[in-house]
T-cell receptor
Framework: GEDVEQSLFLSVREGDSSVINCTYT??????LYWYKQEPGAGLQLLTY?????DMKQDQRLTVLLNKKDKHLSLRIADTQTGDSAIYFC????????????FGSGTRLSIRP | GAVVSQHPSRVICKSGTSVKIECRSL??????MFWYRQFPKQSLMLMAT?????????EQGVEKDKFLINHASLTLSTLTVTSAHPEDSSFYIC??????????FGPGTRLTVL
């Protein structure tokens, strides 16, 4: 079966780096995603990584994938107040008919 | 990037009435559309997957007679919540995918059933 887990909350000082972690169980995962959701809004795709990659960097965002441990992380450098949101980790796997399965989401709050 | 719209963005209805939510892909043809529901402070739960011209595939525990999905064209899918009750109040989000890896999400529709 498929399961994606994340910690529920993260608090970071403005200007520091934020690291949001995620674990998944389905070894047939092909793509792993990070989505951002601001209050009352839909989901914005931030980045995604293919399962044969270890790392992907896109400006302030760095995604690390440890396929052996089924662990995914999202690092946001120089965290700003506009980064406050809920961040969802998600996977897409052959075993689940290529549906996207979401984690519970991590609420990132920024303190001055 | 590809844009998916939803209408209405908010709807309030009385218990027992039916509500229709539209999901449109504005600048691409979506071979597959997905409907999710999100309770407050919770994750997105997939309700059903629909392919244009065929019946939707519902996830376990989702009543297909209560949540009617129609995907009549490559740019439009509708979700009708029939005989809505207060426990159906939720945030409903659709997404659309063409023959690619990305799934584009709509802005969501907040349904409140009184």
């Amino acid at each position: 079966g498929e399961d994606v887990e994340q910690s529920l909350f993260l608090s970071v000082r403005e200007g520091d780096s934020s690291v949001i972690n995620c674990t998944y169980t389905d070894s047939s995962s092909t793509y792993l995603y990070w989505y951002k959701q601001e209050p009352g809004a839909g989901l914005q795709l931030l980045t995604y990584i293919f399962s044969n990659m270890d790392m992907k960097q896109d400006q302030r965002l760095t995604v690390l994938l440890n396929k052996k441990d089924k662990h995914l992380s999202l690092r946001i450098a120089d965290t700003q107040t506009g980064d406050s949101a809920i961040y969802f980790c998600a996977e897409r796997a052959y075993s689940s008919a290529s549906k996207i399965i979401f984690g519970s989401g991590t609420r990132l709050s920024i303190r001055p | 990037g590809a844009v998916v719209s939803q209408h209405p963005s908010r709807v309030i209805c009385k218990s027992g009435t039916s509500v229709k939510i539209e999901c449109r892909s504005l600048d691409f043809q979506a071979t597959t559309m997905f409907w999710y529901r999100q309770f407050p402070k919770q994750s997105l739960m997939l309700m059903a997957t629909s392919n244009e011209g065929s019946k939707a595939t519902y996830e376990q525990g989702v009543e297909k007679d209560k949540f009617l999905i129609n995907h009549a064209s490559l740019t439009l899918s509708t979700l009708t919540v029939t005989s809505a009750h207060p426990e159906d109040s939720s945030f409903y989000i659709c997404s659309a995918r063409y023959d690619g890896n990305e799934q584009f999400f709509g802005p969501g529709t907040r349904l409140t059933v009184l």
